[in-house]
């Protein structure tokens, strides 16, 4: 009677895998390390299924994945290279099955992942560069807006950059909050302002800073010329020029 | 004389409500400058358990007294931190002993283990249980703190209504940050018995005074402008071209460009020898529409262009619909990490948005890549024995002394992460350890 069953799941089982070997669900892309979206989904819930890969779906291709996918490639003698290419995913598509409609859901509801062996899925994830979470992005984006909003993208990015050199130098607390909040450092905090909500490009000026962008020339502060009541501040090496804020030493 | 009570009343009016107007302005600016001391505090505390959830993960995979040492002593530096940003929180509400405990206790452990010889008497096997559960835990303890911190962010909760509703000994309105650290409080239970890192794309290592030893000729604001739309790859404008001030650690040309559709980019250029330092492009990606993979080949092409030569991508991420790539100057099989730039492309069409390559230019140098005394498997003796090594690579890195030296750069994971590890080809040496940063979840939903 067992071994019936056996049978007919077996049977079963080939003819899904047949019928999702035609469907092939990837699209085109070679996709590597750092990318996001449905077919990192599809690729995280392959290499599970195939017993490769034992965290959570969350449609970002990080390191985990990587090692997933590498021995992958290993076990079945393709070139092991951390990249899905055509022959890779022709391979993936083979041995395992995708069913597109129940792990998207899954992923929707936030629910735990039985289907492809216990893991869990997360209902959204994205890349985070090292050492700065969401919020502290968040954090940054509101004093970049409060502080710049009516400045040129180079600006922004420039004011995002003073906060993080600011991290870096000895001379100032070392962390974003500790930076952004220290008493009289930046008007925005000081009036409240900093409560705003910030739009779009306060954040990505701020991503870009992350990233490495700092259009200041590593400038620890910047003023407004025109408002400027601090003596001192004339007194610091200028660097640079943009919108209405010249950046200095 | 009616008159003149009438005046005399008005006045007196007029002052009072001058003299309430000026206090209600102290109390206010008493009132914020209370909440951003509170709102420091709080932001601390989470990032002050972020680096103690990495430092901790990175101390897990050491092997060396060198690097474990400073790392627990962070740790032990980071618990009193973090127990003194709560301290500065008018958590009255809602009882927190139990994090503090945790704190105190995590505390006693990494004082105890760094303030004795390692190379004498390594950590036990008990005491490397315990410092797995101080990483697991923080990660828990993490977790809950950032989705109130999301919570303190999106709804623009304020601490100082926090405090009055304490001090008037009612519950504040809103509840989820009371309800977020009661849950803090839950996962801070099991502690049994017992220089944060920077940003790694964001190395600073080298002083300005490394950009004046480029050389080359003096170049025109013309052709900086010209340089700039090169780089630019739609049809432009060059709107503005100014000069750097004179505090700039070398004098740069700072060029505006501006293309049909009102796309705005700004490219900092060295005028002696016009090398590009940094360029940036404000814009928005559609819909993504080609991969990573095909854009980093296009930013490959890009660097190509415009003269880097010996470059392989060696990171890569994708941020909405933006790609941003690492690219690394390799000499025949050894990856030269100083000489790294950071650049960005938009997923829609492809084009590149982004080049930031100041480090690259203070780090440029003619090399050659010595022979490593150690084998590869010699050195990879010198790593913790929990470590499952996945791949090896030779590179060049900066170390502590600021010395670019040698290294086998092994990527290892130890079940619970993954990490860069550069073990000095030469002497063996632990010269860093990265934890590898891993997707992060959106909270709150």
Known sequence: MTKWKKQIAVFLTLVLLLASGHAGAFTGQVIQRGAEGDDVIELQSRLQYTGYYRDQIDGVFGWSTYWALRNFQESFGLPVDGLAGTDTKRKLEQVSKYDKAHVKSQIRKGKGFTYYGGAETSDRSVNSPKGFSQNDIQLMANAVYGEARGEPYEGQVAVAAVILNRVQSEQFPNSVAGVIFEPRAFTAVADGQIWLTPNETAKKAVLDAINGWDPTGEALYYFNPDTATSPWIWTRPQIKQIGKHIYCE | ?445
Request: proline share 3%.
């Open chain 2, 1 to 445: 004389m009616r008159t003149f009570l009438t005046a005399a009343m008005a006045v007196l009016l007029v002052g009072t409500a001058v003299w309430g107007y000026s206090q209600y302005r102290q109390k206010q600016e008493l009132l914020i400058e209370a909440e951003n001391s509170y709102q420091q505090a709080f932001h601390e505390l989470v990032y002050q358990v972020d680096v103690i959830h990495d430092r901790t993960g990175e101390a897990l995979a050491m092997n060396s007294k060198t690097n474990l040492t400073p790392a627990l002593t962070d740790v032990w530096r980071l618990t009193s931190e973090a127990h003194n940003a709560i301290s500065r929180l008018p958590l009255g509400f809602t009882p927190f002993s139990k994090t503090e405990e945790f704190l105190g206790n995590s505390g006693d452990f990494t004082h105890k283990t760094a303030v004795r010889d390692l190379d004498k008497e390594p950590l036990t096997d008990k005491e490397y249980t315990q410092l797995e559960s101080l990483y697991k835990q923080s990660a828990d303890i993490q977790n809950e703190l950032r989705s109130v911190q999301l919570d303190v962010l999106d709804k623009n909760l304020r601490w100082t209504d926090v405090s009055r509703a304490a001090s008037e000994g009612e519950e504040p309105r809103d509840n989820s940050v009371i309800d977020g650290f009661n849950s803090v409080e839950k996962k801070a239970t099991e502690f049994s018995e017992a220089e944060t890192f920077g940003p790694s794309q964001v190395q600073k290592s080298v002083s300005d005074d490394a950009l004046k030893k480029l050389s080359g000729t003096e170049i025109s604001k013309k052709e900086a402008a010209q340089r700039a739309k090169d780089y630019f790859q739609v049809d432009a404008e060059v709107t503005a071209v100014e000069s750097s001030l004179k505090g700039a650690a070398v004098p740069f040309y700072n060029v505006s460009v501006t293309g049909q559709n009102g796309e705005e980019a700004t490219m900092d250029i060295m005028k002696k020898g016009g090398y590009p330092l940094t360029f940036v492009v404000n814009k928005t990606p559609g819909k993504s529409r080609i991969s990573l993979n095909e854009a980093s080949e296009k930013a490959s092409a890009f660097l190509k262009k415009h003269g880097f030569k010996e470059m392989v991508p060696t990171e890569s991420a994708q941020y909405d619909h933006t790609g941003v790539f690492t690219f690394t100057r390799k000499i025949d099989d050894t990856l030269v990490y100083p000489e790294s730039v950071v650049v960005k492309a938009a997923l829609d069409t492809g084009e590149v948005t982004g080049l930031e390559a100041q480090n690259y230019w203070k780090n440029k140098k003619e090399r050659s890549i010595p022979e490593p005394a150690l084998s590869e498997e010699q050195a990879k003796k010198e790593l913790h024995p929990k470590l499952t090594v996945m791949e090896t690579k030779k590179a060049i890195v900066t170390n502590e002394e600021m010395k670019d030296v040698l290294c086998y750069e092994f990527l290892a994971e130890n079940g619970t992460a993954s990490y860069r590890i550069f073990i000095n080809a030469d002497n063996g040496n632990e010269e860093r350890i990265e934890k590898l940063q891993e997707a992060e979840g959106v909270y709150g939903s």
